[in-house]
């Protein structure tokens, strides 16, 4: 077991991880596309105790929906303890846009909020935002940039900011207000936030290519290039390593190894069990027990998981029913407190404000 809190989050898009997924359901509509799915998904995964529920986005393809901020903070208000995290793509978005949209969030949540950072360089999607396409360096480059504006942006407004003062009619003291400052490659933003700082000071951001993001997720192609990548990413001092995992589940009187050959098998043609992945993540297809027995051994090199259930109706279920019960008797896995921060339920202090002690 690790000495920081272990954390299990689940992936909540669409109809499920898997690209077939859509076809387990009966209905005409896509379901996805409706808030009232976004409750529904979101209640089952706090009432199960998962540490977080992330939410994909992906504003082009097939499958149209909300998009993932949105999600996550329709979600805030109907939750109490679990971790929100939407992925937020920060190759042609706007920068500035980003760390208010996020900050609002955490404010939503009241403070369990996360970023899920994605750095991919979509030709399409450049398109879409009407800008060039970036190369995966550039991609990287404003990946790492992104997060930067974002945290001297929540960091812009002291935590004391707003005084609220009746006598002079002043909603807040513009000497705890700072600029940002930035000056990267391509752009700069001054600041400061038109949005207070986070109720965590600043948001806990996740990233398999940002150095300093303070959960490095990790995807490889089987157990032993996991334990290898996690190893070295602790060499350099990460706070937190938590490994990508997708999964299918003996559910419902039919194997794992049945329901996958119904999907079409792995989208990349992987193999259909064990814990094996041709495509990026590692996989697992099999029995609750076994999944459970694999995350125990990922516990011993790792801060925890992200599970990414192939179909979401289906493997929720059998996640929340037989997995995590596991998985407290064995490592000891808690979930998360309601009132709690996302910084609170794993283990990571609140930041100080870098311009607090440039004042000072």
Sequence with gaps: MTHAPFAVAVEL???GAHPAAASAFDRVTEPWLEPRRVAE?????ERFGFTAATFQDAPLGPSARLDAVQRAAFAAPLTSGIG???VVSTAYSEPFHVATQLASLDWAS??????IVRADALGDEAAAYGR???DDASAAREAADAVEVARRLWDSWQDDAVIRDVATGRYLDADRLHYADFVGETYAVKGPSIVPRPPQGQLVVASDRVADAEIALVSARDEG?????????????????????????????VSAERRLAALGGWPDGGSAGGGSADG???RWAGDAHGLAALVARLAEVSDGVRLHPAVLDVDLEELGRLVLPALRRTIGFRSPVAGATLRETLGLAKPANRFERTAA
């Design 13 to 15: 898009d669409g109809g």
């Design 41 to 45: 998904v979101v209640a089952r995964a």
């Design 84 to 86: 929100l995290l939407p």
């Design 110 to 115: 009241s403070g369990r909020a996360g970023w």
């Design 132 to 134: 060039p396409p970036l």
């Design 225 to 253: 290039a996991v334990v290898a990548r996690a190893a070295e990413l602790r060499a350099e001092g990460r706070a937190r390593v938590v490994v990508e995992l997708d999964v299918v589940l003996d559910a419902r009187g």
């Design 280 to 282: 990026g993540r590692l």
